[in-house]
């Protein structure tokens, strides 16, 4: 009768242990998928502010290139560019002047738009 008890102890505590396990691992891998969807939201942003940078950088020399002062490129390539929230850009001219790149950066992330005249 003694052995036949300790075997039941030793079947529910097996069994314990395999469902706080089970449990512990389900709850790893939710708070895992969760921090991957929250570096995402926040890669999203970054990728949207880097996108509006590089906008700035391409209006900023259409705006020279085609505005009232002819072409004076020179407050839109002096060099990166920033702005409040974190994100730059920067442009770049090809070596006939007539194509140029540019490239805005937040955080991590960097976009940019390549234009020809």
Known sequence: MIK??????QTMILTVMILTSAILSATAISALLVLF???QASDIKA??????AADAGVECIFYERLGPGGENYSNCNTSEI???NGASYAVTFDESGENFKSIGRAGRVARAFEVGF
């Open 37 to 39: 969807q929250l570096r």
């Open 47 to 52: 990728s949207m502010q880097a996108i509006f």
């Open 82 to 84: 920033g702005f409040i």
């Open 4 to 9: 036949l008890a300790r075997q039941r102890g």
